[in-house]
């Protein structure tokens, strides 16, 4: 039996909407994207400003098989742009003796650090050291840092951080970016027992600002 011509059209021409409302919605979304990918490279949203503000350290000591120590570490952190909020999700932090890592401490709050436009906040962060004995052997730590401590009584560490930071600009949906950051010479002077040492900051070699 014959089926009827206008019926196999009408079915043609319905399968064909699919395709293009398929194709229709990829555009927009494409489109979408483009505009608010320009919207945010108008604005141009910068880096936060992010320098170590205190140092302190406590039971610190260094042997020939042992090298411990405590570090609570004051961040000041900015927001440098007029028109867009911030918000910091979660950050890491190390301590590093030249290119050594002591330490690591994941900061990760039960809700994003806010930093509204133009304002700026003080983080600490509490690290406990955690070594790789055979490691730091392996690049004659132990023996720098013994003889800086000794020596000078004041040892230069290296601080990173490695940021994920939230970009908030009214309705526009928000911009997210990872920033590793590196804080340069931090200057830490030592007193107290060499048993149980403990030391503050001196300075960081005019090395303020973290840099990517």
């Known amino acids: 039996m014959v089926g009827d011509p206008g019926t196999s059209r ?26 608010v990918g320009m919207a945010w490279l108008v604005m141009n949203p910068h880096e936060p400003s992010i320098r170590v503000g205190s140092l302190s350290v406590s039971h610190f000591s260094v042997s020939d098989s042992q090298l411990r120590g405590t570090y609570d570490i004051g961040f000041n952190i900015s927001n440098p742009n007029k028109k867009i909020d911030m918000l910091l999700d979660e950050f890491s932090v190390s301590i590093r003796y030249h290119k050594v890592e002591l330490a690591r401490a994941t900061v990760q709050k039960p809700e994003p650090i806010s930093l509204e436009r133009r304002r700026e906040i003080n983080v600490k962060v509490p690290i406990v050291m955690k070594v790789d004995l055979l490691k730091l052997r392996k690049k004659k730590v132990f023996a720098e840092v013994k003889e800086e401590w000794r020596g000078r009584k004041m040892v230069n560490f290296h601080v990173g951080m490695e940021v994920s930071v939230r970009f908030e600009a009214g309705n526009w949906p928000p911009k997210s970016k990872l920033f590793n950051l590196n804080c340069g010479d931090v200057g830490v002077v030592f007193f107290r027992d060499p048993k149980d040492a403990a030391g503050k900051l001196v300075g960081t070699g005019g090395k303020d600002e973290c840099h990517v």
């Open 10 to 35: 009408n079915r043609t021409s319905g399968s064909n909407w699919v395709p293009k409302l398929t194709f229709c919605v990829v555009l927009l979304f494409l489109l979408l994207v483009c505009v």
